[in-house]
């Protein structure tokens, strides 16, 4: 396939052009240093006009049904008009490094809905089950004219502070059945969602949700309020029904609305973004870092003697370290 200029990509981007959207994607996901500077171009041709999206993070415990909850409420969204960018993530295999990618077939009606765009990426081994360029895709994708960005964790103990960290609206998943849950559910996770929806609450589960949301309620008030001020809902749904659906995204709106008046969206985002640098830092520190010739040569001679109990890890990684200076 020929290779796009930065021009190509940029006005594909930007007009909407979902085929050399997904691309770009790719392109940015690459690990090959050939395509890493082309994908620096594109993005900071592309930053101007990104910004102005919803920007949602979507977590949950098992069996939850996530891809579910999303099909159902990205139908909602896309019903008055909003343009929809759903980012999934594939947790990578850790032995063959594969994945399944298989977030289209499980949202089968929203996958072909012309105001949907769902990307699925393998999580590359990265920490927290998040896609290695999950930020930079949400820009790709605003600059594409999407007004909201769904990202889906995988929920792998990590990838919801992550998630977090780069979204406006964190919301959490729960079943019902709270009584049991509240006692293994961190508390921390609580504290990060903006609101939290007792999902599949339809036939006989009714009544099990609704009590499940009065007593997620009453945990979330034992809570310090948060220094925003905002109060996160708890309330019931169903993708079966669609019941829900409207009263949560009406829960996005208020949200959204409150904090850019109060300027506390712009503070969090350039929280985010310092966030971001800095991760970036730590990881190009480290790829450089193997990538010397000198640690590659000694690495798999430490390896084996901290398999084999006769050096410390601590030892293992000292000897490293001497082998190369930060500022060379």
Same mark, same amino acid.
């Given at each position: ?20 959207? $997904?691309?770009?994607?790719?392109? @940015?996901?690459?690990?090959?240093? =050939? ?22 993070? @979507? ?7 996530? =891809? ?30 594969? $994945? ?7 949202? &089968?009606?929203? =996958? ?8 699925? =990426? ?73 609101? @939290? ?48 659906? &409207? ?12 904090? @850019? ?54 030892? &293992? ?12």
């Amino acid at each position: 396939m020929k290779r796009l200029s930065v021009n190509q990509y940029e006005q594909g981007i930007r007009s909407g052009d979902r085929l050399i959207l $997904s691309r770009a994607i790719t392109l @940015i996901e690459s690990q090959l240093e =050939s395509d890493q500077g082309l994908a620096a171009q594109v993005l900071e041709r592309v930053l101007p006009h990104t910004g102005q999206s919803i920007r949602l993070g @979507i977590t949950g415990v098992p069996g939850v049904g996530k =891809s579910t909850f999303i099909e159902a409420w990205g139908q909602h969204i896309t019903s008055f008009g909003r343009r929809l960018a759903v980012l999934t993530v594939d947790p990578s295999s850790q032995r063959s490094g594969g $994945s399944i990618l298989g977030d289209k077939t499980r949202m &089968a009606t929203l =996958s072909v809905n012309p105001l949907a765009y769902i990307r699925p =990426s393998p999580s590359g081994g990265s920490l927290g089950g998040v896609a290695h360029k999950t930020r930079e895709t949400m820009l790709l994708c605003e600059a594409a004219g999407f007004d909201v960005i769904v990202v889906e964790t995988v929920g792998v103990g990590q990838s919801e502070t992550l998630v977090h960290g780069m979204v406006d609206f964190f919301l959490l998943l729960m079943l019902a059945g709270a009584g049991d849950e509240l006692q293994g559910l961190k508390r921390g996770i609580m504290e990060l969602a903006d609101a @939290i929806a007792i999902t599949k609450a339809d036939g006989d589960n009714g009544l099990a949700a609704e009590r499940a949301r009065v007593d997620y309620q009453n945990a979330l008030h034992l809570f310090p309020p948060a220094p925003t001020g905002w109060v996160p809902p708890v309330v019931t749904c169903s993708a079966l029904t669609q019941q829900g659906m &409207a009263v949560l995204w009406q829960h996005v709106e208020q949200h959204q609305k409150r904090f @850019i008046r109060t300027g506390y969206r712009d503070q969090i985002r350039q929280v985010q973004n310092l966030d971001w640098m800095h991760r970036a830092v730590r990881q190009q520190l480290e790829t450089r870092f193997y990538s010397q010739p000198r640690v590659k040569k000694e690495l798999a001679r430490l390896e084996e003697a901290v398999r084999q109990g006769t050096m410390l890890p601590l030892e &293992a990684a000292n000897t490293l370290l001497a082998m190369t200076r930060l500022d060379g």
